[in-house]
């Protein structure tokens, strides 16, 4: 199957517009398997559960959605064949393991349809499964993704072949997009880039991008020069910012603004605590709590995202008053429907 660019370009803004003009994305996952008590020290975080919890990460997408995501994304952010391998899987059973955290975020999907389908036939909002590809960093598990500093060896051609093989395995494994999150420099963004038009990898994915200064991402890279790495490219459905403290979004907002034509602005800040990639902590700041994070996002929607959801720390809760925040802002109900296909929901907004 093959899509003419023009009609993956315009597929999420079909999706928006056919659904109120926003939607809801979920909270931090990783975070949220811990507060159920999952062990996540490990080189593999998250992804550990798919090996030894996978019904825990059942649960955690369960949760979002009934707390009102419309757009679940998988376990997979440090699943990579490298690191599973590393544990002494084969390459067959890392590659199934990529597969599972789409399988199972699709279970968790119908699970909620089939609990939920009078509520969710009212919205007429199909919800999404976002395969999550997080960066090389993420793999080191050394706090480099919040640095965004690889050194001179990593070159763009080292970084491709690093993330190849596994895009091309989430891509075919039934998710509706890529999410490629928390990208830490430039030169990580290009490396997606080039891969999606290579490989011709056949479902649309978005861009996150980290920062802490509000200015650059936290490799040092201008955020307008990276948003604009993933504006030209046709495969990319939406562009934004992840993981990321909340008082800081807004200007952002405004900077991708300046540099995106017409793709759809995602954001999903963290709860405004630190990572220390050392200690392998969160450390508090003074802005933490979740009416702090909600008295936002109105502002965040007027200022030009429509993609608004929670990265660490954020949970169900979070969500829940986002839901609530966005349709309260909205007079019209969304359009109603149904959604019965079982083919990836994205595929029915393009063709
Ligand atoms: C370090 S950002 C982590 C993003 C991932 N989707 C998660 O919430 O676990
Ligand atoms: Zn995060």
Redesign the pocket.
């Known amino acids: 199957m093959g899509f003419a660019s023009n009609k993956l370009a315009s597929a999420m803004s079909d999706f928006l517009r056919n659904n109120g003009g926003y939607a809801v994305i979920d909270g ?4 949220e398997l811990e507060r159920h008590g999952a062990d996540l020290n490990d080189p593999l975080w ?1 992804a550990k559960c798919l090996i030894d919890s996978p019904h825990l990460v059942r649960r955690v997408h369960l949760d979002y959605l009934e707390a009102g995501a419309d757009i679940i ?1 998988t376990a997979s ?1 440090q699943a990579t064949i490298q690191g599973f391998m590393a544990k002494g899987f084969n390459k067959e059973e890392s590659e199934a393991l990529l597969q599972k955290s789409v399988q199972i975020a699709r279970e968790a999907r119908a699970d909620y349809y089939e609990n939920n389908g009078n509520e969710r036939n009212l919205r007429n909002f199909p919800v999404l499964v976002a395969a ?1 590809v ?1 960066s090389y960093g ?1 793999y080191l598990a050394d706090g480099s ?1 919040y640095s965004g500093n690889y050194g001179g060896n990593v070159t763009l051609e080292y970084l491709k072949e690093f993330h190849r093989r596994r895009l091309q395995v989430l891509a075919g494994s039934g998710a509706d997009l890529i999410a490629f ?2 990208i830490p420099n430039k030169l990580e963004a290009q490396a997606y880039a080039e891969l999606l038009e290579e490989d011709d990898i056949k479902i649309p994915a978005w861009f996150s991008f980290t920062s802490k200064d509000g200015v650059n991402v936290v490799g040092g890279d201008s955020i307008l020069e990276c948003a604009s790495v993933a504006d030209s490219c046709d495969k990319v459905l939406a562009v934004g910012i ?2 990321t403290p909340p008082r800081i979004i807004h200007g952002l907002i405004l900077s991708i603004q300046k540099v995106t034509t017409n793709k759809p602005i995602l954001i999903y800040p963290n709860s405004g605590e630190t990572y220390d990639g050392q200690t392998k902590t969160w450390i508090k700041s003074t802005v933490v709590s979740d009416l702090d994070f909600i008295s936002y996002v109105n502002k965040w929607h007027a200022a030009g995202a429509s993609l608004i959801g929670g ?2 720390r954020t949970t169900p809760n979070t969500i829940r008053a986002i839901s609530n925040n966005l349709s309260k802002g909205h007079d019209a109900p969304r359009p109603s429907g149904s959604v019965t296909s079982s083919h990836p929901v994205i595929y029915q907004l393009v063709n």
Do not use: D, L, R, V
């Open positions: 931090g996952f990783a975070t998250s994304i952010y999550s997080g993420a993704e999150e928390t992840n993981c990265c660490c």
